[in-house]
């Protein structure tokens, strides 16, 4: 499969300069499957607007742009009309790759948590795994498309955001962009790739890391730790874009970088020591401050996320989906779940571990 959209990339970046000479930016025409409004001008860059609720598509050359849902979280309108739309652009024979990306500072800032509340209040935890399960199914249509899908990720990318860009075949990023699974602090865990997705990407000592603390990570740093494939202009054109046509390999670190530190840290304890009190006290303070906010999240969150990641690595992918998938049932029951829920942005949840 990855071989199928690199030679596409390599042949579309040619396409795309071929066009750009002879372009008309007056030229402005409709997409006569999808009705969707006009094309950009063949190689403009695109500039991000405002964060918006709706979801659109525009045409630039063989490329479309995808424009997530960006002032407002997934829920199940929105990942119906997000995942149509995708649907749409796979199958009109003149779009040849597609980039999503959000608006104004923010990619996609996760799900809609209300959503998940209003659920877990009406006893309907069947309704958060339908959602969730319509969110893997499309996930999993990026991840094994023939069509190039990059993510431009321009801001914010928080919990369902970054699972969303890691399902695409490329992460581009500005460095105005910040990567974050703040999840734990919920009383959950990523349940839509995250778990299984950000492992195999960055390794599980730096995933464990990302998913228990929910670090905010900035874009060069994600660059460093293999998140991102690229750093990229704040404005860009999808030829600019295409100059990324491969995916880094995972980096390496030396035993006394920072990094080093940090991935031999959390190779070496399990979630059990990180929540002992009695644990000694780590002298850097990247490992301080991490600590601090583990234990300010959800134990029974955190023990889940560490078993879904050690025993996921130890199956194929689509094993590991499955079985994250369907361990959020269970973790949506807990009364972590919904104090973590219901308090976030308000206050800090007083978690009881059941």
Known sequence: MA???VDKIGKLRKATYDCRIS???????HFSSLNLGRFYCLGKPF???????RVTAERSGDFAWLRLPSASGLNEVRLQQTAELFDQLMADRQVQGIILRGDGDVFLPGADL????RSIVAGDI????RFTQQAH???ARIENSTKPVIAWVHGAAFGAGVEVA????????TERAKFSLPETALGIYPGMGGTQRLPRRIGASLAK???YTGAIVPSPQAFEIGLIDALSAESISPSELLQTHRRREQPTFGADSRLGILERFFKEHRVAQLLDPNLVQPSEPELVRGLIQIRNNAPIALRAAERLIDEGLEMSLEESLQRELSDLRQIFATEDALSGLLTFGKSRARFADR
């Open 209 to 211: 890391w990302m998913i």
């Open 166 to 173: 890691l399902a695409c075949h490329l992460i581009v990023a």
């Open 137 to 139: 199914q499309w996930l």
């Open 114 to 117: 209300p959503f998940f509340v």
């Open 126 to 129: 069947e309704r958060v795994m």
């Open 23 to 29: 372009a008309d930016c007056n030229d402005q025409r």
């Open 47 to 53: 500039v991000p607007h405002e964060p918006s609720s």
């Open 3 to 5: 071989g199928t959209w």
